[in-house]
């Protein structure tokens, strides 16, 4: 095989955002799998939130990619070699594949997909850790019922985007919460949403409390920060709110924000939960299984942001700090 | 009758602590109960920590105190005229009479107590507002399992000391965090907790990591600030995190301080709900029933602090805030 791996690798923990420092670009040969492995022809890079937690040192829900390390990475992609007896040259797969051209994995580390029931970033998104995150934080953790308001940040994002869609599924009024005026007219006319506040247009307190008159029962938030601050102030009794991410504050280099209004917790006998979503690898199934359904009859949408080539990937990346996806971010690689 | 009821009012909204200009101290003629009412002769106020708070304008869970009229507090006393079926004179009850030597009531919005089986003081503290939280929000919110490990601040306090010991009736292990010598060692050698942690002497993050070596499972938490971020970032899986109050909060005159550690939720899938006590309203016989129980037979122990004199009220208020008391404070204002 005369093909090289390019990968991207850690070089150095950032400070704050990543700078093209913190990365080492190189070359090495494309790998030979071994026993019960495959070989992988990456298609298809997950871009996710939760890649700059991976990046940090220090105890969390999974451990740091070391430096000089291939950075961490959700994929999707086509086996090019098998030794795994339940995967076969040809077939679809997702997994850890990290930021690179060609990964090995063990055939149980990967997840078979069919590309004739969705296309490849949409197994990465709507139907893969983003959809299922959506999917069981809102329905086990915040437990809409019919009637109630569910809010949400980061509602043009790939989370986001679902959590509104499934709150309507299930019979809720679902509010977004999101930056820019094209990001809350995809929420609110693609997506069904009720209604949108466009955070960088206007005060997200104001907007809350005109589309929330009754108080938020279900907050799902991506954000952390200023604006998980104006829905806690905003709670209706026996609220659930629902800590998936911090996006505003993975990059933040002074002390972490706290959610100053928690108290509103106490006033209103709410509930704050967090999770990752490995936490329900054992319903994987139930959730795909659902939200597939849903996709193929059209109840539910799924929208890509696809950005090309493996060496573009620090900035498409930086992409997700700034806001600027709409939709579930992936980069597509293969080709390269 | 010739007395008078001598009162505190609310004179001015306090910027942090209240200030003696904050209070008016009156005398007015002891009032005449109206229909279905009793007259009651106070003989102990009840200090808590959500005194500050009635005291503060904007929405909370109950009104603030208006500007001139009487602050409102939790009392026992005796009846000493009645115009409802269920009293008679003599009877003792409890209830929100105010700071004052005498109150009117409706004869249902206050309880009747029997002064034979704990003294009023106990009706105030364990067996009243501050025990039926430790008692709802350790079992209905904490739900400590066998083995587990419930840590709880303010634990020489009125709520902090019932929470530990029904940990440990539970079969859980008990750590306080409680400020000073003599409030740990209260703690530990008279009410039986495992272990006590004085946040005045040592660093309160090396004493959860001593004394909690698998993380901690229940944190109660009555302070908020530096304590309740020091207990979020040593949280065990799936950990219940109850946030009962925050003492050190009430009188910032700054932002009010949020958990920069939250996001200890996301990664433990942990939960962090608020209550307060009223919304268990409808259970309190329950509670009182086992918590009497449990005092007659010894399992529980009651600790009161007794101040003297309805004029003493400003400085036995401020002595909550300084963390002086240990166990519940009551004012003795009989006989003034």
Redesign the interface.
């Known amino acids: 095989m005369e093909a090289v791996n390019r990968q991207y690798r850690l070089a150095a923990r950032p400070v704050g955002l990543p700078k093209p420092d913190d990365w080492e670009y190189c070359s090495h040969p494309v790998p030979e799998p071994g026993p019960e492995e495959v070989l992988v022809r990456i298609d298809y890079l997950s871009m996710d939130p939760a890649m700059r937690g991976w990046m940090n040192d220090g105890r ?2 999974i451990p740091p990619v070391g430096i000089g390390e291939v950075m961490r990475s959700l994929a999707a992609g086509q086996v090019i070699e098998s030794n795994h007896p339940a995967l076969a040259v040809g077939d679809h797969v997702t997994g850890l594949l990290g930021v690179q051209c060609y990964a090995t994995a063990h055939g149980g580390a990967v997840i078979k997909v069919d590309p004739t029931l969705a296309s490849l970033p949409v197994y990465l998104g709507t139907l893969g850790m983003p959809g299922m995150t959506a999917y069981f934080g809102l329905l086990d953790i915040g437990r809409p019922q019919e009637g109630e308001t569910v809010v949400v940040s980061g509602a043009a994002g790939a989370v986001g985007g679902v959590v509104g869609q499934i709150a309507k599924l299930k019979g809720a009024r679902a509010v977004g919460i999101a930056g820019g005026a094209e990001k809350c007219r995809h929420v609110v006319e693609d997506l069904g949403f009720d209604a949108a506040i466009d955070y960088k247009a206007e005060d997200v307190a104001s907007g809350l409390a005109r589309h929330c008159p009754d108080g938020i029962d279900v907050y799902f938030d991506n954000v ?1 920060g200023e604006i998980l ?1 104006a829905a806690l102030a905003q709670l209706a009794r026996r609220a659930r709110v629902v ?4 996006i505003s ?1 993975y990059n933040a280099t002074g ?22 979503v490995s ?1 329900y690898g054992d319903r994987y199934a139930e959730g795909a299984a659902e939200m597939a359904g849903w996709l193929a009859s059209g109840k539910l949408k799924s929208r890509e942001d696809v950005a090309e080539g493996l060496e573009s990937f620090p900035d498409t990346l930086l992409r997700l700090f700034a806001g600027e996806n709409t939709g579930k971010l992936v980069l597509k690689v293969a080709g390269d």
């Open positions: 969390s829900y952390g601050d800590i998936c991410g911090a504050q002390a972490m924000e706290g959610p100053s209004n928690y108290l509103s917790l106490l006033v209103n006998h709410a509930t704050m939960t967090g999770f990752v936490d």
